[in-house]
């Protein structure tokens, strides 16, 4: 489903990549949201959370409704999953199914922020890990039916990152809201993020170090490869096997030299999670666990359902470059948020028409309307 981690260089300078995977194209937007953008989030029987944003940001959005000819979509119909501000903070959503369950009541005079505004309502207001936790601490969230999948509530937790490598996991499990610190800095998907640290425990035993010679009685193995060192990590591409290889990989991947060598380690770091369609199919009457978003139908006739990485995203928290592929292209695009400064209206562009693009779309999203 999606995988997130966090990379440091040799300077200690913070990067963050993460996949999303997914049965079904779906009409992601590239958006960039400006100094200044009010945003309201509404929650039915409480008061509108209105707020402005203090920084900027750059996104990959999903539409909140389908439009139609009457109420075409506007920038506020667009909710932030992944997305860099220009203070180095990021924040991502990944797929969580067991978030819903019974919320706490919160009192009817208090305003509310609805889960699916909490990118915006982060990037645009904060700059550090620590301040969206202490705000969190005040702020009540609560998970709300989603139109797109058909009224499920909210079926995803949430990872901040910043540029002093500080990492939080935001997480509703059954309803009820939990922030943790996350030392590994790596997120994936189900069973709760301290389980995933628990099933760490296991792996005490790896290293990146070949042990490519060893003694049997009177003879001596010699492995005629490289590569050993890999062998206890776990092969599967399910959320629990992916976690412990995210945190091998941001563990002892080599720490790059320069920035520039930083994001293309962090590429190729990446490109272990990516996932070509057609690599694992369930059938539905097998009753496969494929669709961990519930409510997204698989659309076509296709017998069976097929992840496939729909796009990968790369974060540059210093120098606040933002880069995105998707599944038709190997090739990132970048996007410049410094560049982006002195923008004053919001703009998006569908991600799939960036395939095969130029390599830079930061103007491209110079108060450009959805197309």
Known sequence: ????????????????????????????????????LETSSDIPGHPALSFTARYGLVAI???????????????????????????????????????????????????VLSASDLGAWALGQFATVAEVKAALGTQPVMLQPLQLL?????????????????????????????VYDNPVGVMTNGPKF???????????????????SASFGGYKAVQPDSGIATAGLPASNTSVGRFVRAAYYAQFAEKAATPDLAVLTLAHIMNNFDRPRGITIDYPEAGGGHLEVKGLAQGGAAPYATEFTSW??????????????????????????TALAGAKLPGAVPLQKLSGSPSDATEALKGKAIA
């Not at 079926?155 to 009820?176: C, K, L, N, Q, R």
């Not at 301290?194 to 490519?212: A, G, K, P």
Request: net charge negative.
């Open 150 to 178: 058909g009224g499920v509530e909210s079926p995803f937790h949430y990872v901040v990152h910043d540029s002093t490598g500080a990492s939080a996991v935001i997480e509703f499990d059954h309803g009820v809201m939990t």
């Open 194 to 212: 301290d389980w995933h640290l628990t099933n760490l425990d296991n792996y005490t035993f790896l290293s990146n170090v070949d042990r490519s």
């Open 312 to 337: 990968t995203s790369l974060s540059d928290l210093d120098r606040k470059l933002f880069f995105v592929r998707d599944y038709r292209s190997l090739n990132f695009t970048r996007i410049d948020l």
């Open 61 to 111: 959005a999903m539409p909140a409704r389908v439009p139609t000819a009457t109420a075409p979509l506007s920038i506020g119909d667009l909710k932030v999953l992944e997305g860099l501000n220009d203070q180095g903070l990021t924040f991502s959503l990944l797929s969580y199914p067991s978030a819903a369950g019974k919320q706490a009541a919160v009192d009817a005079t208090r305003s």
């Open 1 to 36: 489903m999606c995988t997130s981690l966090g990379y440091s260089d040799a300077a200690g300078k913070a990067y963050f990549g993460r996949t999303l995977e997914l049965t079904v194209d779906l009409p992601y937007q590239l958006l960039h949201l400006p100094v200044g």
